[in-house]
């Protein structure tokens, strides 16, 4: 069975919540402070994105 948009948006937030858990790993590891700043400025963004995937899948689930 083929996916449709809901099915790739969803996929999309899976994969988006994964690389939230790794950043949040990587923040609980990184020793510098200069790259400390930048993982959390990439998690910042992250969940920006993240944020506005699940409004998306709500959409599409709602149609």
Known sequence: ME??????????CQALEEAS???????STVEK???????QQSLDGLTAVQSHC??????????
Do not use: F, H
């Not at 449709?4 to 996929?11: D, H, L, S, T």
């Not at 790794?22 to 923040?27: E, N, Y």
């Not at 402070?33 to 993982?39: A, F, G, T, V, Y």
């Open 21 to 27: 858990r790794c950043l949040q790993q990587a923040l």
């Open 33 to 39: 402070d200069q790259n400390r700043d930048r993982i």
């Open 54 to 63: 699940s409004e998306t899948a709500n959409v599409l689930s709602q149609q």
């Open 3 to 12: 996916k449709n948009a809901r099915g790739y948006v969803q996929e999309s």
